[in-house]
């Protein structure tokens, strides 16, 4: 199973948007809608961030949003703030009944 | 609060084997999922099993098919994975991470632990 294929680094100004694309194959992005996203900030654990492609669990600022069209899925943060700076990680479940994870984007906000 | 804990890690020499556990605390265990995920020195997340809630069934990504067992054990609220015939390759922190869910399925990933270091090294 390759890893879903993200940008390896993004970037923005304080309160700009930024999107995050993760194209994988009518395999995992393409044939369900089970696409999540992880914020991991240097050192630290990976947070949960999105599901189901677009939902947001408790807790998440709603200046996250997920979508979706065809094979791949993107992250969109509005309003960057200096704390949004982290590793993202997208992933799917599969066809295989297993989960992939993209290669993971850097952000840095500038 | 829902904490996991993972245990085990250390230096273990190609060919070996090594147990890892994951003590889980603040929430009813013996419902949800349970997968394990590591990250190589300064590389991306990478899957690499999941349990169903009852151990029934259970998912390995290719790479340690064969190599690594998951297994839990319900009464003592604790997740393991069994690692055999390590490589260099498997190197890496481990984490432990709960399911969002109780289906039969891995899919997401909602509470994560710190993790522990497995290095293969002679």
């Known amino acids: 199973q390759s890893a879903l294929t993200q940008p390896p680094s993004v970037s923005g100004s304080p309160g700009q948007s930024v999107t995050i694309s993760c194209t994988g194959t009518?395999?995992?992005?393409?044939?369900?809608?089970?696409v999540s996203w992880y914020q991991q900030p240097p050192g630290t654990a990976p947070k949960f961030m999105i599901y189901?492609?677009?939902i947001r669990p408790s807790g998440v600022p709603d200046r996250f949003s997920g979508s979706k069209s065809g094979n791949t899925a993107s992250l969109t943060i509005a309003g960057l703030q200096a704390e949004d700076e982290a590793d993202y990680y997208c992933?799917?479940?599969?066809?295989?009944?297993?989960?992939?994870f993209g290669g993971g984007t850097k952000l840095t906000v500038l | 609060q829902v904490q996991l804990v993972e245990s085990g890690g250390g230096v273990v020499q190609p060919g070996g084997s090594l147990r890892l556990s994951c003590a889980a605390s603040?929430?009813?265990?013996?419902?949800?999922?349970m997968h394990w995920v590591r990250q190589a020195p300064g590389k991306g997340l990478e899957w690499v099993a999941f349990?169903?809630?009852?151990?029934?069934?259970?998912y390995y990504a290719d790479s340690v098919k064969g190599r690594f067992t998951i297994s839990r054990d319900n009464s003592k609220n604790t997740l393991y994975v069994q690692m055999n015939s390590l490589r260099p390759e498997d190197t890496a922190v481990y984490f432990c991470?709960?399911?969002?869910?109780?289906?039969?399925?891995?899919?997401?990933?909602?509470?994560w632990g710190k993790g522990t270091t497995v290095t293969v090294s002679s």
């Open positions: 991470a709960k399911d969002l869910t109780n289906t039969w399925y891995p899919y997401y990933m909602d509470v």
């Open positions: 603040g929430f009813t265990f013996s419902t949800y999922g």
């Open positions: 349990i169903r809630y009852d151990g029934s069934n259970k």
């Open positions: 009518s395999s995992d992005v393409g044939a369900y809608n089970r």
């Open positions: 189901d492609v677009t």
């Open positions: 992933s799917s479940y599969t066809t295989s009944t297993t989960v992939v």
